[in-house]
């Protein structure tokens, strides 16, 4: 057994610019992210200025219309990207999906006066934005959310509080969804609200077992004061909005848990091949050969559902079920790969001077965000069987 690091990804690409671009991705996660990754983890830093350097390179905006400073790139490739960005540090990762995901509402619902005004600097003018969705009381049952936007004469006065803000009170700006009507999802609206607007205010970030890098936080709303320029899409159209943001939002997810898990992957392998008992490396054993086996094609596996349900969505074809089930399997996937990777580490695996112990509470978040995997299990039921009879 020769002692080697795993090879890169071997990625089928659709033209020689993707291929590029993943090249540039891969260079500033191994030069700026992954040397700092371990201590900014464990002292809870959040990285703004990687955050700032992906805005100046483009990769911000990759899925966007190169017409507001996006880079056009289809989701294939968007996601290959985000998976190699969280393979390096799930904080950068995860942070590239969710300022997707907040942007999505205005560049796929804005006016051409909301999409000129706000989406250069969202993709390319170093703006990080946050989604508002879920509440103290509301979390997998969104619909019942509370916040309320009432309006007054040209604006809304935005009342409440959101909970589990990722990049909560470090964003500048704020996709947040509010109730302007009735009980119910026709009731509710989005907007887009400044990270610095007066009464806006946000609580202490939560103390998490993992992901410490990234702020998530409540968001206090008391009277926040919002134009009706910056409602984004119809009354009413908001909870349809925020459903078709979480769909390619999953698959932002999914590509995440694949990072993860194939950072604990390479570690694995990296450690067996290093590591010897009883005359030889521990990778010579069939059992742990085995484990490695398994662990590699749950990843293999995860970043073919995901790149499917991409490819459908690029594609113009509807994706719902298979966000659903990519976002599903690669966090659950994540979860046993680098439950795996600490076994075959051992001991070591179980302290923090190797990384496979952080990827292991980190991977145990992405079962959680953007729709829990029970919530996945009946999106995907839905489509197969229709909607539950009471």
């Given amino acids: 057994m020769t002692d080697r690091s795993p090879p890169p990804v071997d990625r089928l690409l659709p033209t020689e610019e993707a291929r590029d671009l993943l090249a540039l991705v891969r260079d500033i996660a191994a030069r700026e992210i992954a040397p700092t990754a371990a201590a900014e983890e464990a002292a809870g830093h959040f990285p703004r200025p990687l955050f700032t350097l992906l805005s100046e390179t483009g990769l911000l905006g990759l899925p966007y219309d190169p017409a507001y400073g996006g880079g056009g790139q289809p989701y294939?490739?968007?996601?290959?990207?985000?998976?190699?960005?969280?393979?390096?540090?799930?904080?950068?990762?995860?942070?590239?999906?969710?300022?997707?995901l907040a942007a999505f509402p205005v560049a796929a619902h804005g006016t051409e006066a909301q999409r000129a005004a706000h989406l250069p600097g969202m993709l390319g003018g170093g703006r990080l934005g946050a989604y508002c969705l879920s509440e103290p009381s509301s979390g997998s049952d969104a619909a019942s959310l509370r916040t309320r936007a009432v309006r007054d004469g040209d604006e809304w006065r935005i009342t409440g509080t959101k909970a589990w803000v990722t990049h909560g009170g470090v964003a500048d700006f704020y996709t947040v969804l509010a109730r302007t009507g009735g009980a119910g999802p026709r009731g509710i609206t989005a907007f887009l609200v400044p990270g610095d607007a007066e009464g806006l205010t946000a609580a202490p970030p939560e103390r998490k077992m993992g992901l410490r890098g990234s702020p998530t936080a409540q968001l206090h709303f008391d009277g926040v004061r919002v134009p009706d320029a910056r409602r984004v899409g119809?009354?009413?159209?908001?909870?349809?909005?925020?459903?078709?943001?979480?769909?390619?939002?999953?698959?932002?997810?999914?590509?995440?848990?694949?990072?993860?898990?194939r950072a604990a992957l390479d570690e694995a392998v990296v450690y067996a091949g290093r590591r010897r008992q009883f005359g030889r490396p521990i990778a010579d054993f069939q059992g742990l050969r085995f484990l490695l086996a398994d662990m590699?094609?749950?990843?293999?596996?995860?970043?073919?559902?995901?790149?499917?349900?991409?490819?459908?969505?690029?594609?113009g074809r509807p994706f719902a079920p298979q966000a659903a089930m990519a976002k599903l399997h690669c966090t659950d996937a994540a979860m046993q790969v680098t439950l795996d990777a600490v076994q075959v580490l051992g001991g070591y695996g179980y302290t923090a001077d190797f990384p496979v112990e952080r990827y292991l509470r980190e991977a145990k978040v992405l079962q959680i965000v953007e729709g829990t995997n029970q919530?996945?299990?009946?999106?995907?039921?839905?489509?197969?069987?229709?909607?539950?009879?009471?």
């Fill in 234 to 261: 119809d009354e009413g159209q908001g909870f349809a909005i925020a459903l078709a943001a979480l769909d390619s939002g999953r698959l932002g997810i999914a590509a995440c848990a694949v990072g993860v898990a």
């Fill in 375 to 390: 919530i996945q299990r009946m999106v995907i039921a839905r489509h197969l069987v229709g909607p539950q009879t009471r």
């Fill in 296 to 315: 590699a094609t749950r990843v293999e596996a995860g970043r073919a559902l995901y790149l499917a349900a991409a490819r459908l969505r690029d594609a």
């Fill in 76 to 100: 294939e490739v968007y996601l290959q990207a985000v998976e190699e960005l969280a393979a390096a540090r799930l904080t950068v990762g995860l942070g590239v999906s969710v300022h997707t």
